[in-house]
């Protein structure tokens, strides 16, 4: 009886492990960034990974309220994955012709510092290449300047919750033509932001849409242009 419950208690291990593997690799999350992401160290993820030990309680919460990705769902497969996966939110319409392909990979930013972008933020060919999100081709009006990320806060909420990925047009960054927009904005530290333009005479406004974070507005002059990284056309979303 006791040898039945190890195996037993071995293979939900393995089941776990399993369905955590293939959420990283189908949102394409490095094991490094999802450990300092959920805050736990590397060394644990990789053993959940591996099947060597089961999710915390403390885990499988903070992979809900920051992924989106249900409890039930990592323990016991159920319901069906497709309840799991993203589905599409979008948040800006693109002007993709039709007769293209159906759909097109667009690389991911990983870091958060955006350094990367440098100066007008379009050096989006040197984003890292084995890490996209694949999305409908009609999405994407400019694929060689366009780039994913990933929204790890709540300031967006409820338009784009949080555990979205969002596709930036770094080729849209007039402010006459972004007001009332959601953009992606680099912070004066250099970190990005996901926050909708709302200018003044004097100031661009860059306000979070979730009332209870109102605080976090970004507050540029309007020689500042140099901010803007890109328009938001779109995001999508775990299903909740």
């Not at 540029?220 to 779109?234: F, L, Q, R, Y």
Request: hydrophobic fraction near 35%; charge should be positive.
């Amino acid at each position: 009886m006791g040898i039945r419950g190890d195996k037993m208690k071995k293979t939900l291990k393995l089941e776990i492990a399993d369905r955590i593997r293939g959420f990283l690799e189908e949102r394409g999350i490095p094991q490094v960034e999802f450990a300092r992401t959920l805050g736990f160290t590397p060394g644990y993820i990789n053993d959940i990974i591996r099947g060597r030990t089961k999710p915390s309680i403390n885990l499988l919460r903070k992979l809900k309220d920051i992924y989106n990705v249900s409890i039930e769902w990592v323990l016991t497969g159920k319901p069906s994955p497709a309840s799991h996966f993203e589905r599409p939110i979008v948040v800006g319409k693109s002007k993709g012709g039709a007769g293209r392909a159906s759909y097109i990979a667009i690389p991911m930013l990983r870091s958060p510092k955006t350094s990367i972008l440098r100066g007008r933020a379009v050096v989006v060919k040197d984003l890292h290449p084995d890490y996209c999100c694949i999305v409908p081709r009609n999405w994407v009006e400019n694929p060689k300047d366009t780039f994913c990320t990933l929204i790890k806060d709540s300031s967006m909420e409820p338009t784009i919750p949080r555990g979205s990925h969002a596709g930036v047009d770094c080729t849209k960054r007039n402010p006459s033509q972004l007001d009332g927009k959601i953009c992606a904005v680099r912070d004066k530290e250099g970190n990005l932001l996901i926050r909708r333009l709302k200018p003044t005479q004097t100031h661009l406004l860059f306000e979070p849409d979730n009332p209870a974070v109102r605080g976090k507005t970004l507050c540029v002059g309007v020689d500042e242009e140099s901010h803007i990284i890109g328009k938001v056309e779109w995001a999508w979303s775990l299903l909740k």
